[in-house]
């Protein structure tokens, strides 16, 4: 006899499955240049020291290739009845932005990787290991039937729910 998924009875006051914490995580992993621009902005208070980070400048073309997983999670913070409908769109695509952004992080790594210098083991060893926790993500949001559930949730609105009532 099969086990159901204990995970699928954890559900928010609007009756959808909660985000895992899992899956927060791996979204901010795929959104990691935006956080660490905002980290740097936010603790530069003048002492400059959070803007060395950003020496080369803030990293445009990388921060664009990961609108994609940024708009996911804005959409899953905007989980609620009341959110748009383009937003509920953009979350049951959630899996399919994800998997761009991580294409995208992969081929800005392996971009990173061509042109960095011999020498810079450090930075060739945090650009492999980076690739290789977003191939994990990948993998775990198309494989996870979980989190194939938990992208094809988000609460109805009021109205909805009460045409789907009455029918």
């Known amino acids: 006899m099969a086990r159901m998924d204990e995970r699928l009875l954890n559900?928010?006051?609007?009756?959808?499955?909660?985000?895992?914490?899992?899956?927060?995580?791996?979204?901010?992993?795929?959104?990691?240049?935006?956080?660490?621009?905002?980290?740097?902005?936010?603790?530069?208070?003048?002492?400059?020291?959070?803007?060395?980070?950003?020496?080369?400048?803030?990293?445009?073309?990388?921060?664009?290739?990961?609108?994609?997983?940024?708009?996911?999670?804005?959409?899953?913070?905007?989980?609620?009845?009341s959110a748009p409908v383009w937003t509920a769109w953009l979350w049951r695509q959630g899996r399919v932005m994800m998997t761009l952004t991580i294409a995208l992080n992969l081929v800005l790594s392996g971009s990173g990787l061509l042109e960095s210098d011999a020498w810079e083991v450090r930075s060739r060893l945090v650009l492999s290991s980076l690739s290789i926790l977003d191939v994990a993500v990948a993998?775990?949001?198309?494989?996870?039937?979980?989190?194939r559930q938990v992208?094809?949730?988000?609460?109805?609105a009021k109205r909805q729910q009460e045409e789907g009532r009455s029918s």
């Open 139 to 147: 993998w775990a949001i198309w494989t996870s039937p979980y989190l």
């Open 11 to 81: 559900v928010n006051q609007h009756g959808v499955l909660r985000v895992p914490a899992e899956l927060w995580l791996a979204l901010c992993l795929l959104c990691r240049l935006w956080l660490l621009v905002l980290f740097a902005l936010l603790s530069s208070r003048g002492g400059g020291y959070s803007m060395a980070v950003l020496a080369g400048g803030i990293p445009w073309v990388g921060m664009a290739c990961q609108l994609p997983a940024l708009s996911v999670l804005a959409a899953g913070l905007a989980r609620v009845p």
């Open 151 to 156: 992208f094809a949730e988000f609460p109805r």
